[in-house]
């Protein structure tokens, strides 16, 4: 099977894009505590402000990213 130049173009033009690695095996709380801390650097807020001790308790009761966030006094 012969692969055409366009999609040979659009293949280099997604390996440019920078990806931060994911773990296939990544739990469901790790992924929120990612998330969590990317909108906290996203709008101003230092490296590391949370531990995981903070975050477990939203967690646990289920609440959504967006919640958390605006708890935490980060608008977005």
Known sequence: ???????KVNAAA???VDVPE?????????VF??????Q???NGF???LLDAEDLLPFYRMGESETYVLAA????M
Request: glycine share 8%; charged share 30%; net charge positive.
């Open 33 to 38: 505590k990612r998330r969590i801390d990317e």
């Open 1 to 7: 099977m012969r692969i055409s130049a366009k999609k």
């Open 14 to 16: 997604v390996s440019v």
């Open 40 to 42: 906290l650097q996203m």
């Open 22 to 30: 994911q773990k296939p095996w990544a739990t469901g709380f790790e």
């Open 46 to 48: 230092s490296d590391g």
């Open 72 to 75: 935490l006094g980060c608008c």
